[in-house]
């Protein structure tokens, strides 16, 4: 039996032809069915060139264990989280290996109601049982039909909005190649049909494999200059960039700014709450001041989750919030069945503009003057608990405050800083946000002392 290393804490991801290939899809597909025994399984795939071959595949195991599939065909991984809850079905899986390199690909799996299977809710029984490669003998084989669900999901992506309210705008999208520009050309008809007077200007639309513009992951710096420059150029109010499956959007303001994850979760805080006063909104803990500065503005509630999809989805059903926030792109909401989404923030975020009358940086640019931040820091390190430990140690005579909901943060009234393993990479991340009213000490002292340490 030989071990399958595709499977990770959260999803599958694999290298092409050895770790990740059509028969291992196909057992995947046939222990999801054997496992959880659904009767009907949604399945869509990104644009790489062994996406199609691999759900294909995936969808053969799937029938094969007696499930019926409607196969979605080209989709983001939401449009699968959509199509799980939208048409009650019992589970959902994508091919996708969204901001990975071209050699990889992966799958990312739902159940009903498009609740996640990560490493501690059933992704390692299905793990266990495709290495194992020995399946029950079915009765009857499940049927594949196609299916649309384009139509649906641009109906539900309108309802975040209220036509009547957005004000005239031009918007820069860059789909990256990827898979968001069917969507995005689905929603421009469906403005132009309700008189939504925004502009589209389309970089990089055309969904292409080969990812001739390089692998769409704008958190990387080097991949922000083609949206930042169309912004500039096209005196755009808006720029938007997606990852390869679209279940992360970057903005940039209108000077072509790319505005930190931290500060966006703030703004879509802010869209809720315009709505709704009273709100719950769920947030991770690497930095916060802002987010409780704006959720106590708008009269919310914050409350702190554990980064990850898994933890912040579970504390946004406890709490029934509205929407959670991670400062990593990744943007929850309620009425999504708690599933992140690339395509609601930036629909709420000209909302806001149109609410507002403001521009994007001047909104933002209140938040980033009141709590400056780092944006996150990786540290490749030996031990990573180790140098927690020795941070730790270091500060403790100043006495301050610590929180260890997610690796450590430390507190001292005027700064904080939280600094945590990765749960996929050997690396150490750190976040630091200071009180600009409180503190006249530049963040790059913070983060000279901070490296200094860690690496010392």
């Known amino acids: 039996m030989k071990k399958l290393s595709c499977f990770k804490a959260y999803d599958i991801r694999g290298k092409l032809g050895t770790e990740l290939n059509e028969d291992i899809a196909y057992r995947i597909g046939r222990a999801y069915g054997q496992i959880y025994q659904p009767k009907t399984v949604v399945v869509g795939c990104d644009v790489r060139l062994t996406s199609e071959d691999l759900k294909q595949a995936t969808i053969r195991g799937l029938n094969d264990a007696g499930v019926d599939v409607l196969d979605l ?155 930042r420059d169309a912004v500039i150029q096209h005196s755009a109010d808006m720029g ?19 505005i930190e994850g931290y500060y966006i979760v703030g703004l879509l805080a802010q869209a809720f709450l315009l709505k709704q006063a009273g709100e719950k909104i769920v947030h991770d803990p690497r930095l916060v001041w802002n987010t409780f500065d704006v959720v106590e503005q708008y009269q919310g509630t914050a409350i702190q989750s554990k980064s990850g999809h898994a933890f912040i989805k579970d504390v946004m059903r406890e709490h029934n919030a509205a929407y959670g926030g991670e400062m990593s792109a990744h943007h929850y909401f309620r009425d999504f069945a708690y599933c992140d989404s690339g395509m609601i923030p930036w629909l709420l975020a000209i909302a806001v503009l149109s609410e507002t009358g403001k521009s994007l940086s001047s909104l933002v640019e209140e938040m980033i003057a009141k709590f400056p931040c780092s944006g996150e820091i990786n540290f490749k390190v030996a031990d990573t608990q180790a140098t927690i430990q020795k941070i730790f140690d270091h500060y403790a005579d100043q006495q301050p405050e610590i929180d260890q909901t997610d690796g450590v943060s430390l507190n001292f009234g005027a700064w904080r800083f939280n600094v945590r393993a990765s749960n996929t990479e050997p690396l150490l991340r750190l976040n630091i946000e200071s009180r600009r009213d409180q503190n006249p000490r530049p963040m790059q ?6 490296t200094q340490l860690i690496q010392g």
């Open 73 to 227: 065909g080209m989709t983001g991984t939401e449009e699968v989280y959509f199509g799980t809850f939208h048409l009650e079905v019992q589970g959902g899986i994508e091919i996708t290996a969204s901001h990975n390199p071209m050699d990889y690909n992966g799958m990312k799996l739902v159940r009903e109601n498009a609740r996640p299977i990560s490493a501690d809710t059933g992704l390692k029984d299905i793990q266990a049982l495709a290495e194992n490669n020995e399946f029950a003998e079915v009765t009857s084989k499940g049927t594949t039909e196609k299916y649309n669900i384009l139509p649906e999901f641009v109906e539900h992506l309108m309802s975040y909005i209220d036509p009547a309210k957005i004000r005239p705008m031009k918007l820069v999208v860059n789909a990256g190649n990827g898979a968001a520009g069917h969507v995005i050309d689905a929603i421009e008809i469906k403005f132009k049909e309700l008189n939504i007077p925004v502009e589209f200007i389309k970089i990089h639309h055309e969904a292409d494999g080969n990812f001739p513009n390089g692998i769409p992951n704008p958190i990387l710096i080097e991949n922000r200059a083609s949206t």
């Open 240 to 258: 938007i960039a997606w990852d390869g499956d679209f279940d992360r959007c970057f903005l940039f303001d209108e000077k072509g700014q790319f």
């Open 445 to 450: 002292a913070y983060v000279d002392e901070l």
